[in-house]
């Protein structure tokens, strides 16, 4: 009876989201994450065909990490400023991760800065004052770079937050800011 695998597809996700975010992409090899298992390759390769493979699967992976850390809002009263403010939250608390994710040329940033843009236009069209497309994609274009810009500097360390609340200042200023501004 042939032996039952004990390091399965979710174990491998798990170790390479874990290097990622101790490492980024600087040392994002199979031997990495087998060591980060304690086991050897092997299986890593049972489950993905190469690298590459398991890249596209850690991309899945990393949307519903995302899904349920930075874009949930079951219990909001606001969503907008919730993900908002959670994204930031993210880039403070896991500097790496959030650097390896969206400003690595390693990974598939441009799919997971769709996947973030795709995430907030949802709770934005929910929003009663802005309802047509070309009004959402206006706020959107106003909204979304100046987030996603202190976000970067705060994983860059340029921008330091001591608290929650100084960023929830932050993320409420910059949602009435881009509401106020018209082109």
Not at 47 to 72: C, H
Request: charged residues 30%.
């Amino acid at each position: 009876m042939p032996r039952q695998r004990t390091i399965l597809r979710e174990n491998i996700l798990g170790a390479s989201m874990e290097l990622l975010r101790t490492s980024g992409f600087k040392q994002f090899t199979a031997r990495q994450i087998a060591i980060k298992m304690n086991s050897s390759t092997q299986p890593i390769y049972k489950e993905f065909k190469n690298m590459e493979d398991l890249k596209i699967g850690l991309l899945d992976y990393v949307k519903q990490y995302l899904t349920e850390r930075v874009y949930s809002t079951q219990e909001s009263r606001d969503p907008l400023m919730e993900v908002c403010k959670n994204y930031i939250l993210f880039a403070k608390n896991e500097p790496t991760l959030f650097s390896a994710i969206y400003m690595d040329r390693e990974f598939e940033a441009v799919q997971l800065h769709d996947f973030a843009y795709d995430k907030v236009t949802e709770i934005i069209a929910n929003d009663e004052e802005i309802r047509s497309e070309s009004s959402i994609n206006d706020y959107l274009d106003r909204l979304w770079p100046a987030i996603h810009g202190v976000a970067m500097l705060v994983a860059q360390g340029k921008i330091v937050y001591n608290n929650e609340e100084e960023v929830s200042r932050k993320v409420s200023d910059i949602i009435h800011a881009s509401k106020e501004t018209q082109y």
